[in-house]
């Protein structure tokens, strides 16, 4: 099993910055991808980020270029961060662990963490 626990939600105003930090920890030998993923209020979970400990990322098209994944190997530890915030931002945010070859596989998330951007 891999526990994963998310930091650095909260709430900012339109335009702001946030940085999500996720850390690893268990059987890390089992993977080799994390990621973001999010969930509004009625809206069904989408990916924001993913990142491979390669350094192959993929993003959701409508947050390129205001957020950016990044991992820490050594730290088993993965950070997004996220610029220029709006409020169709708002929603859960989860870290998610699992594999990477090709295309990413996820298996273990973390409980998520609050991101409210207010207008």
């Known amino acids: 099993q891999v526990q994963l626990v998310e930091s650095g939600g909260g709430l900012v105003q339109t335009g702001g910055s946030l940085r999500l930090t996720c850390a690893a920890s268990?059987?890390?030998?089992?993977?080799?991808?994390m990621g973001w993923f999010r969930q509004a209020p009625g809206k069904q979970r989408e990916l924001v980020a993913a990142?491979?400990?390669?350094?192959?990322?993929q993003y959701a098209d409508s947050m390129k270029g205001r957020f950016t994944i990044s991992r820490d190997n050594a730290k088993n530890t993965v950070y997004l961060q996220m610029n220029s915030l709006k409020p169709e931002d708002t929603a859960v945010y989860y870290c998610?662990?699992?594999?990477?070859?090709?295309?990413?596989?996820?298996?273990?998330w973390g409980q998520g963490t609050q991101v409210t951007v207010s207008s």
């Open positions: 268990g059987s890390i030998f089992s993977i080799n991808a």
């Open positions: 990142i491979s400990t390669g350094g192959s990322t």
């Open positions: 998610a662990a699992g594999r990477y070859s090709g295309s990413f596989l996820w298996s273990f």
